[in-house]
């Protein structure tokens, strides 16, 4: 039985990163680059709420029968296939996944000018996740 408490929680430590990665966003790309903290905040709160994003669909997966998933990936992919995320929404997230690995595994490579771009151009798509997943939880 899916534990809507569970991603109910996770839904909010999203939203809560997002509100701490959108006052980041505002800040000029000067502002942002010089100040190291900065960075750290902003790769803290990206990675949490791209741990919690995956949380959720593998909760999904797990308490509905849908299978084990391969890696991040797929996750997103079988969201999308059945339905619970639109199919061209999950396509246009599924890199999200590699950018996961990227912060947990290659963080050494990832740098501030990258990070500031994500957060000017990206932070939209948790939003549209967090919107389809109450959705599914409403009919759940």
């Not at 791209?50 to 996750?75: C, N, T, V, W």
């Not at 798509?125 to 759940?140: G, R, V």
Request: glycine share 4%.
């Amino acid at each position: 039985m899916l534990n809507k408490e569970l991603v109910y929680t996770r839904i909010d430590l999203i939203k809560r990163s997002l509100t701490r990665l959108e006052k980041m966003a505002v800040l000029p790309r000067e502002t942002f680059l010089a100040d190291p903290d900065n960075f750290a905040i902003a790769e803290h709160h990206l990675r949490r709420a791209l741990e919690s994003l995956f949380d959720i669909g593998r909760h999904i997966m797990a308490k509905q029968g849908l299978g084990h998933p391969a890696d991040y990936r797929s996750i997103i992919l079988t969201l999308g296939r059945e339905k619970i995320l639109p199919s061209k929404f999950a396509e246009k997230i599924k890199g999200m996944a590699g950018y996961r690995n990227r912060l947990v595994h290659g963080y050494a490579e990832v740098t501030p000018e990258e990070m500031y771009h994500i957060i000017q151009t990206r932070l939209a798509d948790f939003e549209e996740y967090c919107a389809y997943i109450l959705k599914y939880l409403e009919k759940a």
